[in-house]
């Protein structure tokens, strides 16, 4: 990281001091960032004649004297408190009174590293992400000590070096790696009902929502000795608020060192190479005469693929929020004879159904048929908001909260989730994209029928979902 944010200092026409303990470690550093900036060249990034001006503006030194005449420090060491404390207490005695001190700390509280310095308006996050010279999202943090004048400051540093900045408050997980939790704690609850299996559920996410990884590749990918212990470390920060829960399979994946692909297992096994198995495609289930329940607007879509024509071979229900079980006894229909179909993603061609306990599984017999004209359709177990409604209600909710509670503004929420994880959409653009009162529905129906604290709406969502307002409404 401290080789990246030098970089990226280096190309902005900055003079850097780059330092460590180790002379070696900078040796290495020096020629990673030689070399990057080689390849920018050869990419037409930067023009071949600068390649030398900007190499000369890098110094190298084992000695934290050397930052004396710094009017920024970035702190990037080992991500563990009391080092981090000890430092910038000795970088005062070093640097002037007007340099701002800045940590890249990805999840300790600046506020605590702050706490050994006599000038604590000063000190300030300033959160990059990894690979630094490729990814554009800066988290300015903001301490309860730290001037505005000092987070004005880093907001345009951050421009400077062709970052996007955010503006966010202090605490666990700042906002990006906090926001995160929805996402995977989410599926991992949907997992470990008996909902679904990790890959069932990966696919739902891509093919249905548009993100680019599933969470349960993603845990993978990132590492389970890493996302368990942030998650935990988030969870118990927010005094264990149960939005923010993992699971015991998580818990135990991690005690085991399955850690994903860096050990060879994790929710899925790396040993000879991954094979996801498709979804079925079409294999001739013929003619299906279904009764449609409900008013239902996607109805519409179907029946134009399908030349629908209704009968009574089986009730197709589509429950926001409920599970099958549900709506089979609020609605006093047979649950033998009885799917319901999830038409959150009908416009990208992608369905979900899932049966009631207790009948045939007649899902699979309706899965055929809408695969016949031209869906993609996966089959779960009976749950509560099926997974797409779940997931996505539930990020769209986290990031409601984090407007709630300040964390970011809601745009800078949308900004900081694409920027840095990829998300098709924001969490507050989801909220808009399901609706605001659906979104809030789905979170109504899922807490009324699991009973868990879980699945409370944020202040932020139910207020704006009960008056008919955009999830974008400032307070």
């Given at each position: 990281?401290?080789?990246?944010?030098?970089?990226?200092?280096?190309?902005?026409?900055?003079?850097?001091?780059?330092?460590?303990?180790?002379?070696?470690?900078?040796?290495?550093?020096?020629?990673?960032?030689?070399?990057?900036?080689?390849?920018?060249?050869?990419?037409?990034?930067?023009?071949?004649?600068?390649?030398?001006?900007?190499?000369?503006?890098?110094?190298?030194?084992?000695?934290?004297?050397?930052?004396?005449?710094?009017?920024?420090?970035?702190?990037?060491?080992?991500?563990?408190?009391?080092?981090?404390?000890?430092?910038?207490?000795?970088?005062?005695?070093?640097?002037?009174?007007?340099?701002?001190?800045?940590?890249?700390?990805?999840?300790?509280?600046?506020?605590?590293?702050?706490?050994?310095?006599?000038?604590?308006?000063?000190?300030?996050?300033?959160?990059?992400?990894?690979?630094?010279?490729?990814?554009?999202?800066?988290?300015?943090?903001?301490?309860?000590?730290?001037?505005?004048?000092?987070?004005?400051?880093?907001?345009?540093?951050?421009?400077?070096?062709?970052?996007?900045?955010?503006?966010?408050?202090?605490?666990?997980?700042?906002?990006?790696?906090?926001?995160?939790?929805?996402y995977t704690t989410e599926a991992l609850a949907i997992a470990q009902e008996g909902v679904a299996d990790f890959a069932t559920i990966d696919r739902i996410m891509r093919d249905g929502a548009g993100f680019r990884m599933g969470p349960f590749e993603l845990m993978d990918l990132t590492g389970i000795d890493v996302n368990y212990p942030v998650t935990q470390f988030i969870y118990e920060g927010y005094q264990h608020d149960q939005r923010l829960r993992t699971t015991t399979q998580h818990a135990l994946l991690a005690a085991a060192g399955n850690f994903g692909r860096k050990s060879g297992q994790g929710f899925f096994d790396y040993g000879e190479g991954r094979m996801e198995t498709p979804v079925p495609g079409a294999a001739?289930?013929?003619?299906?005469?279904?009764?449609?329940?409900?008013?239902?607007?996607?109805?519409?879509?179907?029946?134009?693929?399908?030349?629908?024509?209704?009968?009574?071979?089986?009730?197709?229900?589509?429950?926001?929020?409920?599970?099958?079980?549900?709506?089979?006894?609020?609605?006093?229909?047979?649950?033998?004879?009885?799917?319901?179909?999830?038409?959150?993603?009908?416009?990208?061609?992608?369905?979900?159904?899932?049966?009631?306990?207790?009948?045939?599984p007649k899902a699979q017999q309706v899965a055929q048929w809408l695969r016949e004209h031209g869906f993609t359709v996966e089959i779960i177990q009976d749950s509560p908001g099926f997974v797409l409604q779940r997931v996505l209600a539930m990020v769209a909710n986290l990031g409601c909260e984090l407007a709630q509670i300040g964390v970011g503004s809601p745009a800078d929420i949308d900004t900081a989730m694409k920027l840095a994880q990829n998300y098709p959409l924001g969490p507050l653009e989801w909220a808009e994209k399901l609706g605001v009162a659906t979104c809030h529905a789905i979170l109504v129906q899922l807490q009324a029928i699991t009973g868990s604290d879980r699945y409370r709406p944020s202040l932020w969502l139910r207020r704006r979902a009960i008056l008919g307002l955009s999830a974008y409404t400032p307070q």
């Open positions: 990281m401290g080789s990246g944010i030098a970089q990226v200092g280096l190309t902005s026409d900055m003079s850097v001091v780059l330092i460590d303990k180790d002379q070696s470690a900078l040796d290495r550093a020096v020629q990673d960032i030689h070399g990057r900036l080689a390849r920018m060249v050869e990419k037409g990034a930067i023009p071949g004649e600068r390649l030398d001006t900007i190499r000369g503006r890098l110094s190298t030194s084992t000695d934290i004297a050397d930052l004396a005449s710094c009017e920024v420090v970035i702190e990037a060491i080992i991500e563990r408190l009391e080092p981090k404390q000890a430092l910038f207490s000795d970088l005062e005695d070093i640097v002037s009174a007007q340099c701002i001190l800045a940590t890249n700390t990805s999840s300790l509280s600046v506020a605590a590293i702050a706490a050994k310095c006599r000038n604590r308006e000063r000190v300030c996050g300033m959160h990059f992400f990894n690979p630094v010279p490729l990814m554009k999202l800066v988290e300015v943090v903001i301490a309860p000590g730290t001037s505005s004048e000092v987070g004005e400051a880093a907001h345009r540093l951050s421009l400077r070096l062709g970052k996007v900045p955010v503006t966010v408050k202090d605490g666990p997980g700042f906002l990006v790696n906090l926001q995160g939790r929805a001739g289930g013929g003619i299906l005469r279904p009764r449609l329940i409900g008013p239902e607007p996607a109805w519409e879509a179907l029946r134009a693929a399908t030349k629908l024509v209704e009968g009574v071979d089986v009730d197709l229900v589509a429950p926001v929020g409920e599970d099958c079980a549900t709506v089979c006894h609020r609605l006093d229909l047979d649950p033998a004879n009885t799917v319901a179909v999830d038409f959150t993603a009908v416009e990208r061609k992608h369905l979900t159904v899932m049966n009631a306990i207790g009948g045939p």
